[in-house]
């Protein structure tokens, strides 16, 4: 195809693939019949939105998308989206023109793209958001205390109400903002 960056999809039983359109970092619904990825967006070119298509190359459609930053690695979360942002005013470019982004923030938003709120706000990065189904909470990985870890957030915790000061607490019982490991 045109682009070195292709969704697609591969018939298990002839092993015939069917390109469904451009885009990378594809993440499956939890029942199969969508398909979440980034890709360079139409309105901003050189930064990316979130999409999501049905897994017969229909309804493509263009999530998430925002002025301000680019949305990148997107996971199902239910119904929901998760992805980490790229501050415009943060990525550089090197000599091959490739963008090398410094992940912000968490943030999730309806799979039909309304509703779109930040779960994380930290001035260390927040990047590769996944959802664990038993906790009902979002981990991802931060530099935090200088130190790549795993935290996580709870996803009944509003935005606002996330402690950033005493992260390493264990405050699973309020949901508020902790290490995955020390839960």
């Given at each position: 195809?045109?682009?070195?960056?292709?969704?697609?999809?591969?018939?298990?039983?002839?092993?015939?693939?069917?390109?469904?359109?451009?885009?990378?970092?594809?993440?499956?619904?939890?029942?199969?019949?969508?398909?979440?990825?980034?890709?360079?967006?139409?309105?901003?070119?050189?930064?990316?939105?979130?999409?999501?298509?049905?897994?017969?190359?229909?309804?493509?459609?263009?999530?998430?998308?925002?002025?301000?930053?680019?949305?990148?690695?997107p996971a199902w979360a239910g119904d929901w989206i998760l992805f980490a942002t790229v501050n415009k005013s943060s990525a550089s470019r090197t000599r091959n023109n490739f963008a090398m982004f410094n992940a912000d923030d968490i943030w999730i938003v309806h799979r039909d793209g309304s509703q779109a709120r930040i779960l994380t706000q930290h001035r260390q990065a927040d990047w590769d958001p996944c959802y664990d189904v038993q906790g009902r909470r979002v981990v991802f990985v931060s530099l935090r205390d200088q130190v790549q870890n795993i935290y996580a957030v709870s996803l009944n915790t509003a935005p606002a109400a996330i402690s950033h000061s005493s992260h390493r607490a264990s405050t699973a019982s309020s949901g508020g903002l902790f290490p995955a490991s020390y839960r």
């Open positions: 195809k045109d682009s070195p960056w292709m969704i697609a999809v591969k018939d298990r039983t002839n092993g015939s693939m069917t390109y469904l359109t451009e885009g990378m970092f594809p993440d499956w619904s939890p029942f199969g019949e969508h398909i979440c990825f980034q890709r360079n967006s139409r309105q901003d070119p050189g930064y990316t939105s979130i999409y999501s298509i049905r897994s017969d190359g229909s309804e493509l459609t263009e999530v998430y998308h925002s002025d301000s930053h680019g949305a990148i690695t």
